[in-house]
């Protein structure tokens, strides 16, 4: 999901989702989690949630490869805003040195053969390890459903599914002889809920769910924890939406940077944590777990027929005599974004 995803109404939050979102304090009380010695590969950071996580990763302590597109066609990571790629990557790299981090620039599309291969053992080449990888380079745009081909869902695809896939390949021998290794894929709630005018990226998405919880039950004995961040934050594909408001645009980029996805991408490639499998939404200085649960089971005395589903539609569907799609522009995350460029876009 991206800040994109705006409902066609504002409403209030559940107390539920805010009452736990705020923790004053807190973040002041815990030791900093420091990347110190590991080396960390970030795809599509050339630009927005790219940048902003390997500035992060930087600024704690690990040594950074920047990867982005060369040329024109850059700046392909999540939230990214189409600036060239390497100009993107390199001016990353040095806003890192100037803050007295460690980084280099790697170019290429990932999706490509050998790319992430290269990629890899440029890192090992410069600084003699690989411990996380950060599979953020994507692209997104509008596509009415009308205008869905074999074509453009195969763009889709290749860049996120197998551009993913390419790299967590060519890392994974590594991070398996050294027992560690966290991978953080980039997903999107509109994979999971559905998105209007967005089938090709939801698909892309909804197909790296599948890939992390793989991945994360093939690294469970290896010491390799893979887990997924679905940013929220101000993007290409939010500028689309809201090119009528640009003065609402305006307002997403000042609510909905990418420090708050950073900020569980760190988290999640931290050597403290253990957790793997799971997906975040993050952004607007919030975070919720995205999860896939199983309901109510119905179980019946013989073979199972269709009156005996019909009878039992009341416990499946719990209760319901019609259930709504609940697409990703309704939740509770994309209503705090909405209410909050509401609020700085009346400024």
Known sequence: MTAADLPASSSTAPASFLGHASSPGLASS????????????VTGAGRG??????????????????????????????????????EGAEAVVAEIRR????????LGDVAEPGVAEALVERAFAEFGRVDVVVANAGIDRIVRLREVTADVLSEFFRVHVLGT???????????????YGRI????????YFGLAA?????????ALHGLTQTLALEGARRGITVNAVAPFAASRLAADRTRSRPEMYAAIERVAPPASVAAVALWLAHESTTVTGLAFEAGIDAVDRIAVATGDVLTVDGALTPEDVRAGAALLTGGAVTV??????????TRRLTERAAAAASR
Do not use: M
């Open 30 to 41: 815990q030791e900093p989690l420091s990347f110190a010695g590991r080396t960390v590969l």
């Open 49 to 86: 949630v790219g940048r902003a996580h390997a500035i992060a990763f930087a600024a704690r302590g690990a040594a950074v490869v920047v990867n982005d597109l060369p040329g024109p066609a850059g700046g392909q990571g999540e939230g990214a805003d189409g600036a060239e790629g390497a």
């Open 99 to 106: 803050a007295g981090g460690r980084a280099i620039a790697h």
């Open 165 to 179: 896939w390419a790299l967590c390949s060519a890392a994974w021998p590594h991070l398996v002889r050294q027992g």
């Open 184 to 191: 953080v894929t980039t997903t999107s709630a509109a994979g």
């Open 198 to 206: 967005a089938l090709p990226y939801t698909v892309a998405k909804g």
């Open 324 to 333: 709504p799609a609940l697409g990703a522009a309704d939740r509770p995350l």
